[in-house]
C-alpha cells in the first residue's frame, strides 16, 4: 500500500537557519503530495500541495518540489522564525484534494530557538 | 480557510463506557468525512470514511462495532467508541471535505480510557 516516510523530529534550529525536512513516498499512480502543519493545540492546517511531477507548491516562505524521479517532497525555507515551530506532516492522496483519505508520515517536530 | 470544529478536545472515561465525539464543518457541507486516530510518535492513520446519508467506509483493521461513525448530515459526523478499554486511548482527528475538495482538519479530541 502507500506509505511516506519523514524524517524524525524533533529538529531544532536556531532563528533564520534554512530549513529541510525530508520526506519520501511510495505510491501506485500518480498522488498527489501535502505538507500540513499543526501549531501547539490547533488542528492541522495546509501548508503546500503539488498534484503533479515537477510542480512546486509554495506558501509562508516554504516550498516543496515534486519529484517523481527520487519519490521526494523535501520541505524547505530559506530562513525559519520562532513562530514556524511546530509539527509538520508530509501526506499523499491518490487524488487530487484528499477525497479518498489521506496517507501520512509520522511527523516532525520542528523548534526554532531565538 | 473552512472552519472544523471537533468537540470535546479532551475526554477521560472509564473503562466499559462508551464515549462520543463530534465533528462539525462550521462554514461549509462536507460532503465526505474522514477519522484518523493517531499514536504517539506515529502517522495519523484513517480509520474510516463517511458520507452523509450513508454507512461508512472502514480501513483494514478497524472494528466497525467499536468506532461507530454517523454522518447524518451535511455537517455533523460522531464517532462513538463504544465499551472503551485502555488501548483505545489515543489522539483521534477528523477532516472534512467540501466542493473544493481540499480536507480541513478539526483539533484532534485527546480520548484517555482509565
Keep these: 500500500g502507500d506509505s511516506v516516510t519523514q524524517m524524525e523530529g524533533p529538529v531544532t534550529l536556531s532563528e533564520e537557519a534554512f530549513l529541510t525536512i525530508n520526506c519520501t513516498y511510495t ?9 500540513y502543519v499543526q501549531y ?4 492541522l492546517q495546509l501548508l503546500l ?7 512546486k507548491g509554495s506558501n509562508k516562505g516554504f516550498e516543496a518540489t515534486y519529484r517523481k524521479e527520487t519519490t521526494s517532497f523535501h520541505l524547505e525555507k530559506g530562513s525559519v522564525q520562532v ?3 511546530a509539527v509538520y506532516f508530509c501526506a499523499l492522496s491518490p487524488s487530487g484534494g484528499g477525497a479518498d483519505g489521506l496517507t501520512f508520515g509520522k511527523g516532525t517536530h520542528l523548534i526554532i530557538q531565538p | 480557510g473552512a472552519v472544523v470544529s471537533q468537540h470535546p478536545s479532551r475526554v477521560i472515561c472509564k473503562s466499559g463506557t462508551s464515549v462520543k465525539i ?7 457541507q ?7 486516530r493517531q499514536f504517539p510518535k506515529k502517522s495519523l492513520m484513517l480509520m474510516a470514511t463517511s458520507n452523509e446519508g450513508s454507512k461508512a467506509t472502514y480501513e483494514q483493521g478497524v472494528e466497525k462495532d467499536k468506532f461507530l461513525i454517523n454522518h447524518a448530515s451535511l455537517t455533523l459526523s460522531t464517532l462513538t ?7 483505545d486511548s489515543s489522539f483521534y482527528i477528523c477532516s472534512a ?3 473544493i475538495s481540499e480536507a480541513f482538519f478539526g483539533q484532534g479530541t485527546r480520548l484517555t480510557v482509565v
Design chain 1, 27 to 35: 505510491a501506485t499512480g500518480y498522488p498527489s503530495l501535502f505538507w
Design chain 1, 40 to 43: 501547539p493545540g490547533e488542528g
Design chain 1, 49 to 55: 500541495k503539488a498534484t503533479k511531477a515537477d510542480d
Design chain 1, 83 to 85: 513562530s514556524d515551530s
Design chain 2, 22 to 28: 463530534e465533528c462539525r464543518s462550521l462554514d461549509f
Design chain 2, 30 to 36: 462536507a460532503t465526505t468525512m474522514f477519522w484518523y
Design chain 2, 81 to 87: 467508541v463504544t465499551s472503551a478499554h485502555p488501548e
Design chain 2, 97 to 99: 471535505i467540501g466542493d
